[in-house]
């Protein structure tokens, strides 16, 4: 199974089904960030972040029990031109991307009851919604969460 390919294809499934999500990358790391602000414009908000999976393992007993887990986070983001942004505006779109961050755990979790690609291995116990701020100019919510399964 090709993991990697199958979470860029959720990222893409996540834009093409909640409104507001404008467009998506998958990155090693998050500081990958920067060599996307120069094409990517306040208009074209808001922006989901997928970072690679780290493999961990599921603490197993004996070699038999063994399986990785993958640890990751989706970022939900918008581009903040911070010499026309006041506080008022910063605080609305962290609402607005409140909404989308909901939105996009509420799919997680009903893929995961479904049994839909990737989200079936969700352990919906390890998901978190963080704030994210000035991170290379951009705003929003990070969804940190775990998935295990895998061997």
Known sequence: MAQIKEFRDYLQAIQDEIAGVNSNKVVVDPSQLSKFINDHSTSDNAMLLGVLPV???????????????????????????????????????????????????????????EECNMMKFLDPTSIQIVEVWNRTQYNGWNIIFTFGGYL
């Open 55 to 113: 493999w961990g393992n599921n603490s197993p007993t004996d070699a038999d029990n063994f399986m990785l887990k993958g640890f990751t986070e989706i970022m939900v983001l918008n581009k903040v031109d911070y010499s026309d942004n006041d506080n008022t505006a910063e605080i609305d779109s962290y609402d607005d991307l409140l909404i989308l961050a909901k939105a996009i755990v509420a799919k997680m979790l009903n893929d995961h009851i």
